[in-house]
């Protein structure tokens, strides 16, 4: 039994979904762009695309503008509208390509990248913090 187990595990296929895949310091913004295509799954969402733009209208933390210094709601309705028409990527994660082995080109620009880019937006959103406050005061 423990033979039949371990080798159906080492078959199996485990597939990553992107949520995050807008990297605005890559120069094609889309961490999809570089992946080896053989590791790409492409799922066509045509036919529930409306399904998924209402759904997504459903998540209001995201899609609604609640302070003043907000100059628009974290997600854009452009965005929802293009990934809702857009397939749906999945990544086929294997033992033997761990990390940035999923990556044709570009590997250390993504590392660099992926480290940058949340502490360049930390930051950002601090020093807007900072103005709004100075501006009105503490934001309440």
């Known amino acids: 039994m423990n033979h039949a187990i ?3 595990c080492r078959e199996a296929a ?3 979904y992107f949520v995050y895949y807008r990297w605005r310091l890559l120069p094609e913004g ?3 762009r570089y992946l080896r295509p053989d590791d790409v799954w492409r799922v066509n969402i045509a036919a529930v695309a409306a399904h998924k733009r209402a759904a997504l209208d459903m998540f209001k933390s995201q899609t609604t503008r609640f302070y003043p210094w907000q100059n628009r709601p974290n997600l854009k309705p452009q965005f929802l509208d293009e990934v809702s ?3 749906e990527f999945f990544l086929r994660c294997t ?3 761990p990390g940035p082995a999923v990556f044709d080109r570009a590997r250390t620009w993504i590392r660099v ?3 940058l880019e949340p502490r360049i937006k930390k930051g950002k959103d601090y020093m807007v913090d900072l ?3 100075g ?3 503490p934001l309440e």
């Open 6 to 8: 371990s080798a159906a």
């Open 14 to 16: 485990l597939y990553e």
């Open 30 to 32: 889309d961490v999809r």
């Open 85 to 87: 028409r857009t397939p």
């Open 95 to 97: 033992a033997s390509q």
């Open 113 to 115: 990248s992926h480290w």
């Open 131 to 133: 103005w709004w406050r």
């Open 135 to 137: 501006l009105r005061g």
